[in-house]
């Protein structure tokens, strides 16, 4: 492997480390069998997603963004998934940076493909690109990105507070989110 391809392959497993939440969606299709529940919006729940997706790969930058999730749109299950990971991604963060790299943006376009409501769940099938640049100490920026692309269901509780978002887990056996590769 050359040193280019691994430093490649370490901010791809880096990339999807701190990856989780953003944009907007293109397509949607939601079915409801909630009769006592109020259904939830595509959009509302699309937004719900970008904000904690964006959260979660706002943590790669040096200088994260303030948090967009507000914490009534999230489960305590969520927040608590989400306080493990952090320490986790920090370290991985911090080996990076140890060897000259770190990431200087991303932009992530969430699609959603369907929503299912049952009750006071529901479930959204979407799927994550993101793009994010990162820049060396020996090289500065770098104009090509790293790229990733992982097709996620994304699980919501309905709450006094609206609908939260309980968890965001791979839609395929044995993929792993983004935050939880780089410990892994």
Not at 39 to 53: G, W
Not at 169 to 183: C, D, I, K, Y
Request: hydrophobic letters at 40%; charged letters at 15%.
């Amino acid at each position: 492997m050359t040193y280019r391809h691994m430093w490649a392959a370490i901010a791809l497993v880096l990339g999807f480390a701190l990856s989780g939440c953003q944009p907007a969606a293109r397509s949607e299709t939601v079915e409801s069998s909630a009769a006592s529940e109020p259904s939830p919006s595509s959009s509302e729940l699309t937004a719900i997603i970008q904000a904690a997706v964006e959260d979660r790969n706002g943590t790669v930058l040096d200088t994260p963004p303030a948090p967009r999730l507000a914490e009534t749109q999230a489960t305590a299950a969520y927040l608590a998934k989400l306080a493990r990971d952090l320490p986790v991604v920090a370290r991985s963060k911090a080996g990076f940076k140890s060897k000259g790299f770190w990431y200087t943006d991303f932009s992530t376009e969430i699609t959603v493909e369907s929503v299912e409501v049952a009750g006071s769940t529901a479930s959204v099938h979407f799927n994550e690109v993101t793009e994010e640049h990162q820049a060396s100490a020996a090289n500065g920026p770098s104009s090509v990105p790293s790229v990733y692309a992982v097709p996620q269901l994304a699980t919501f509780r309905a709450s006094a507070d609206g609908w939260q978002l309980d968890s965001i887990v791979p839609s395929f056996e044995g993929g792993g989110l983004p935050m939880s590769m780089v410990g892994g």
